[in-house]
């Protein structure tokens, strides 16, 4: 006799359902390398993201002894939680193939580079981080952006008014 499957009753969600993202990153870093990775969590941490709460701000990810954690993520206390809470500012462990664990500490190694996490989504009902191989930018560097994209946006004007007849 076949077993009946124990998702039966439960919808999965598809695509992206984001609940966090770090804006300034993409600002402060120059961003060379994205990966996905899974996050250990506990019950709380679960439901507390489920409700569309956690920061960015200030978080990086390390690697220690072969493992990837994630420090510096705010995930608040799940607001009808008891004794059970977790540590809102606690490490979580990040989940990725040894492979890819070996490339990044060689990247990370060679050059001046850093892992910031730039998104936080549910996908098919897992919690997943966005994490970027990020090289830190200079002052220069970030009004050298602005300028370009300033720019960019006055010749997207210039065009839309021109064919409008403007």
């Known amino acids: 006799m076949a077993k009946k499957s124990a998702d039966k009753g439960r919808k999965k969600q598809s695509g992206k359902q984001i609940v966090a993202s770090n804006r300034k990153a993409r600002h402060n870093y120059a961003i060379l390398d994205v990966y996905e990775a899974g996050v250990a969590l506990v019950g709380t941490e679960v439901k507390s993201l489920r409700a569309g709460q956690a920061s960015l701000v200030d978080a990086f990810a390390t690697v220690d002894d072969g493992e990837v954690w994630l420090r510096n993520m705010h995930i608040p206390e799940y607001q009808h939680g008891t004794w059970t809470n977790h540590d809102p500012r606690r490490t979580r462990k990040l989940l990725l193939h040894r492979r890819q664990i070996?490339?990044?500490?060689?990247?990370?190694?060679?050059?001046?580079?850093?892992?910031?996490?730039?998104?936080?989504?549910?996908?098919?009902?897992?919690?997943?981080?966005?994490?970027?191989?990020?090289?830190?930018?200079?002052?220069?560097?970030?009004?050298?952006?602005?300028?370009?994209?300033?720019?960019?946006?006055?010749?997207?004007?210039?065009?839309?008014?021109?064919?409008?007849?403007?």
């Open 102 to 166: 070996d490339m990044l500490i060689g990247k990370i190694r060679d050059g001046n580079l850093t892992l910031v996490p730039l998104s936080v989504y549910f996908n098919e009902g897992k919690v997943k981080v966005e994490l970027a191989l990020a090289r830190g930018k200079q002052a220069h560097d970030k009004r050298q952006d602005l300028a370009r994209r300033d720019a960019q946006r006055e010749v997207t004007r210039a065009l839309g008014r021109r064919a409008k007849g403007m």
